[in-house]
């Protein structure tokens, strides 16, 4: 993180066991996305005091690169709990997913890879078929069919001709896609 994170306490003494909980879970938030600028928390509670229990409201405002990351919780007298922590808890949770999905959106851009091109020369070929085998050029017999023929004609390929091709998997193994001849 570059700035130090600011936690501010409303309404609600600071206790260092509050706040070093808080710390820990900014800490955590780093793991999962590494550009963090920095952090501002406030822990809030009403200003009067209810008979069925304390409400505390936290709001995270977290820093990054593009759009900040804002959260606000809050855990109040219906929950029937009178933890703190809980409420920083769901704070920190519903940050550390909107961080996720940040870094996974603007951080991570998936690439499509493309299989190698790879060079063969006819072994077999089956032309009322329409279908034959190549002889790879590391030793490997791949199929392939008249359709994925993309450049040359499919009367011009005879055994030894020379192609090149990309190679795919499905139900019954290897076979050519892309093939075309070469010159």
Same mark, same amino acid.
């Given at each position: 993180m570059?700035?130090?994170?600011?936690?501010?306490?409303? &309404?609600?003494?600071? =206790?260092?066991?509050?706040?070093? *909980?808080?710390?820990?879970?900014?800490?955590? +938030?780093?793991?999962? *996305?590494?550009?963090?600028?920095?952090?501002? !928390?406030?822990?809030s509670a009403p200003q009067?005091? *209810?008979?069925? /229990?304390?409400?505390? !409201?936290?709001?995270v405002t977290i820093r990054v690169p593009g759009p900040d990351i804002r959260v606000e919780r809050s855990l109040g007298r219906s929950e029937a709990v &009178?933890?703190?922590?809980?409420?920083? &808890?769901?704070?920190f949770d519903a940050a550390r997913r909107q961080l996720k999905e940040q870094a996974r959106k603007? /951080?991570?851009?998936e690439v499509k890879h493309h299989a190698p091109i790879l060079h063969a020369r006819v072994d077999r070929l089956f032309p009322g078929e329409g279908y034959g085998f190549l002889a790879a050029?590391? /030793?490997?017999?791949?199929?392939?069919?008249?359709? %994925? +023929?993309? =450049? /040359?004609?499919? %009367?011009?390929?005879?055994?030894?001709?020379?192609? #090149?091709? #990309?190679e795919a998997f499905g139900e019954k193994g290897a076979y050519a896609t892309n093939v075309a001849i070469l010159d």
């Open positions: 570059q700035s130090e994170p600011i936690i501010t306490f409303r &309404h609600l003494d600071p =206790a260092p066991e509050i706040r070093a *909980h808080i710390l820990e879970r900014i800490e955590e +938030l780093e793991k999962y *996305h590494p550009r963090i600028v920095s952090c501002d !928390v406030v822990v009067k005091a *209810h008979v069925t /229990g304390q409400e505390y !409201v936290i709001r &009178h933890d703190i922590n809980l409420a920083v &808890h769901k704070a603007m /951080g991570k851009v050029d590391d /030793g490997r017999e791949v199929y392939f069919e008249r359709d %994925n +023929l993309t =450049a /040359g004609d499919w %009367n011009a390929i005879a055994v030894d001709t020379k192609v #090149r091709f #990309r």
